[in-house]
């Protein structure tokens, strides 16, 4: 199998509240599926995997979405989502690329996943592809490379900003600020305007700020993956 030919690994959240305030969240839909549909078309395959594995939590469940519709009414999707794996039983060596969708439940389990720690090392360290946008990003503030080193120290990113935080009134709601936390581990922290597309690439790894980056990260993904190939 050459590395062409290994899918990629699209990973959820398994967390389906706002922490104590009760608030239901999840996964947010578009941030998964504009990604995914431009990768598809571009001819990749994928894997949709979470945390816990089964069923995740849906947030920013949007029909009016033309591609959310799309992949809801017109393909597998549903059952797909149905029967994610859990990350314990995967292996990064099996995939060219892992990519981590937003949603605030990220906030919760995507931080401290030992699973996704080691798959986003196995990835990376066998030249392939690490991806994140919006609250995705949380997967990679704890994630060190074999020789210890933080892997977003040095690195340019972007992610969902403390201000776009403050904008939805959710500072004191989740457990840590995605864009302070970053920072404190050396990453090099982009910032755009509130909401407005900002997608940074620095090498193989590829990060967006919000929503309206997801498609454009899928972009860099593939062209990416297409000059690793």
Known sequence: MTK??????????????KGASGVPTGFFMAELTHPLKVLEE????????????????????????????????????????ATTRPLSELNGADYSAVFFAGGHGTMWDFRDSQDAQRIIR???????????????????????????DYLVAGKNIAAFTNKEEEEVQATTVVPFLLETALREHGALHHEAPNWSENVMVDGRLITGQNPASAHGVGEAMAKTLRLLA
Request: aromatic share 8%.
């Open 4 to 17: 062409a030919t290994k899918p990629v690994l699209c990973v959820v959240t398994s967390h389906p509240v």
């Open 42 to 81: 571009a001819g990749f395959d994928t894997v949709i995997a979470s945390i816990r594995g089964g069923q995740p939590p849906i947030d920013g469940f949007d029909l009016s979405d033309p591609v959310n519709a799309w992949f809801w009414n017109e393909t597998d999707f549903q059952h797909r989502l």
């Open 122 to 148: 196995d990835v990376y360290e066998s030249n392939g592809v690490v991806a994140a946008v919006c609250h995705g990003p949380a997967a990679l503030v704890d994630a060190t490379l074999s020789n210890g």
